[in-house]
């Protein structure tokens, strides 16, 4: 995060100010149009008082209706002049607000889409939508909008206070004495709306998250009937964020009103001053009026530019969040001279791997492994012994700590990403679909694919019965997250996206735990398709599943304890042994449970 502090360095304000800026450079036509549109508006705006004074001393004092409709002429010229500036610069305005907001976004997404899993692990889903839709939103109602007021408001002020100045020297005086008073207030509430504008995103944020995570997890909150629980968990969230904003206006109610009292202290000041002036017969009424008119257009420009403060103060917390993923270092990146990496045979080699999530704490230790090509090997082992990890260091997800990895001799880091990842296929245990139907979530294996590509894939699968079965057959839609399918039936869809890529080397994770006898024989039967010609790697967790694998490899505490065949290690009886000793044991107990309680249930 930005930490804000002051010494020789520059402040975080500007920091952040000029990042902004810079960000607008490629929409130069459109400031200068802008900047035009407001010079021509403030001209015209001036013009308004003097005529108006104009108009009484001269004309209608003196009952000069000829010369009283040649001003009003002029007044209406300036004033169509006026809107027409005014229009073409709240377009453009417009314009730029949304083309920046939507190119950042786009910016932001991008840096997300191709961040590594270790930036995912540490950042909360709930906090980068945040960022990509609230905080950007903020950015564009609170700075974009603000910053060409400021312009306009500044122009404003420089021409009112010359017009004043050739009107009345003394009167002028008078009205700029409010000046330093309303900017020392601006200045004492600045740091307070600073402060008060970030607890407000970072509340905002936590609310985003709870939202997320109750919606996403709402069927285990609901089997488990903790929704009360989670309720009140997003109330407390929801009711820290409306104590953050509360403490925001309650800055608003006192800071407002404060500016507006001191301008119209200024304003009765005048008017005094002035009726004393003309009542001496030292000061003309036309003049007077607009003296009086051109101090109006003084302090709206002056509370406009106090109120930019808290306009500020919400970008400057907004863009923080926005820099602060913009600017985040993506520790997995291909080298500058990377290469293009062709279809592989599927030769993997592991040499001294050694991976760390925290730094000294050791995941994977000294990892040696040679995976030859077409070889289908098993890795296996307890819980957090690393299996999982082992895999995505091999599409480079993570960067190993020490040692490398190669494919076909090759070291995958000298390799585009893009090109690495083509060769390998990954069917998680818990499939995630995407919203569209099944032939779109299929099609993601291969965007290019035709509809009768993926349709052969899964013919050859066996799952094409299956899915002419379901409502629209391959039209149906998935639903968020393809809730609307089963965990076997979203798996058996992960699997035809895996063939439809056509890779070299396929990594399972185990997906028959938890389905029914006959998706677990369309599972099984699409794994004896999908490792045709392939070099395989399967994550099992249930070791029976291990047993015909080329290879069987144990992990234990993040080193290899021992590999081998089935046969080889049950012989050896060493950590493979207990491990699936035990496991049998535990499936035998579980059966005899289940067969013992649908004896009672059947008898009773």
């Given at each position: ?408 001799g090759i070291d995958i880091r000298k390799v585009k990403q893009e090109s690495l990842r083509k060769q390998i296929a990954f069917v998680p245990q818990d499939t995630f679909l995407f919203r569209g139907t099944i032939m779109d979530n299929i099609r993601i294996g291969k965007p290019d694919a035709t509809d009768d590509e993926v349709i052969d894939v899964c013919k050859r699968l066996g799952i094409h019965e299956f899915i002419m079965r379901l409502p629209k057959g391959y039209d149906t839609d998935a639903g968020e997250a393809g809730r609307k399918l089963s965990t076997g039936e979203r798996q058996l869809i992960s699997f035809a996206r895996a063939m439809l890529k056509d890779p070299p080397i396929l990594v399972l994770d185990e997906a ?93």
């Amino acid at each position: 995060m930005w930490r804000y502090g002051g010494g020789k360095t520059e402040t975080p304000a500007s920091i952040l100010l000029r990042k902004l800026l810079k960000h607008m450079l490629p929409y130069k036509f459109a400031m200068f149009v802008i900047i035009t549109c407001i010079i021509v508006s403030s001209v015209t705006n001036l013009f308004s008082p003097y005529l108006l004074g104009l108009a009484i001393d001269n004309y209608i004092m003196v009952g000069d209706m000829n010369g009283l409709l040649r001003i009003s002429a002029l007044y209406l010229l300036a004033m169509v002049g006026n809107w027409v500036a005014m229009a073409v610069q709240g377009y453009a305005v417009s314009w730029i607000g949304q083309r920046l907001i939507y190119d950042l976004r786009n910016k932001l997404m991008e840096k997300i889409m191709f961040q590594s899993f270790k930036y995912h692990d540490y950042k909360r889903a709930g906090d980068l939508i945040s960022t990509v839709i609230n905080d950007t939103s903020i950015l564009r109602e609170s700075f974009i909008s603000g910053i060409f007021h400021i312009v306009s408001d500044v122009f404003s002020l420089i021409g009112v206070i010359i017009a004043m100045y050739l009107l009345n020297v003394p009167l002028t005086l008078v009205t700029l004495l409010t000046l330093p008073v309303m900017l020392l207030i601006a200045y004492v509430f600045s740091r307070k709306f600073r402060q008060a504008y970030r607890r407000t995103r970072e509340k905002i944020a936590e609310v985003t998250v709870r939202v997320q995570e109750s919606i996403s997890g709402i069927r285990v909150i609901q089997a488990f009937g903790r929704e009360e629980d989670s309720q009140a968990r997003f109330q407390m969230s929801a009711t820290e964020q409306f104590e953050a904003q509360l403490q925001a206006g309650k800055l608003m109610a006192i800071f407002w009103p404060t500016v507006s009292f001191i301008g119209n202290i200024g304003t009765i000041v005048v008017l005094l001053y002035g009726g004393f002036l003309s009542a001496q017969g030292r000061l003309e009424v036309g003049v007077l009026v607009a003296f009086l008119a051109y101090v109006t257009r003084f302090m709206n420009p002056i509370m406009q530019l106090t109120n930019f403060y808290d306009m500020l103060q919400a970008a400057l917390a907004a863009s923080d969040r926005i820099f602060n993923v913009l600017e985040s270092e993506v520790d997995v990146k291909d080298a500058p001279d990377a290469i293009e990496l062709p279809r592989v045979k599927g030769d993997i080699k592991y040499e001294n791997v050694w991976f760390e999530y925290v730094k000294g704490i050791p995941v994977l230790k000294n990892i040696n492994l040679h995976i030859k090509p077409g070889e289908k090997i098993a890795i296996v082992g307890p819980t957090g012994s690393g299996k999982t990890t082992l895999v995505y260091l091999l599409a480079r997800f993570y960067d190993v700590t020490s040692g490398s990895i190669s494919i076909d001799g090759i070291d995958i880091r000298k390799v585009k990403q893009e090109s690495l990842r083509k060769q390998i296929a990954f069917v998680p245990q818990d499939t995630f679909l995407f919203r569209g139907t099944i032939m779109d979530n299929i099609r993601i294996g291969k965007p290019d694919a035709t509809d009768d590509e993926v349709i052969d894939v899964c013919k050859r699968l066996g799952i094409h019965e299956f899915i002419m079965r379901l409502p629209k057959g391959y039209d149906t839609d998935a639903g968020e997250a393809g809730r609307k399918l089963s965990t076997g039936e979203r798996q058996l869809i992960s699997f035809a996206r895996a063939m439809l890529k056509d890779p070299p080397i396929l990594v399972l994770d185990e997906a028959l735990s938890a389905v029914d006898p006959k998706t677990e024989y369309m599972i099984k039967y699409a794994i004896r398709k999908l490792l045709e010609n392939r070099t395989a790697i399967i994550i099992a967790h249930r070791l029976t599943l291990a047993r015909d694998w080329d290879r069987i490899i144990v992990l234990h505490n993040g080193v290899i304890e021992e590999e081998g065949t089935h046969e080889e290690l049950m012989r050896r009886q060493g950590f493979y042994y207990k491990l699936y000793t035990t496991q049998i044991s535990e499936e035998i107990v579980v059966e005899a449970v289940g067969r013992d309680g649908a004896g009672r249930n059947s008898s009773s």
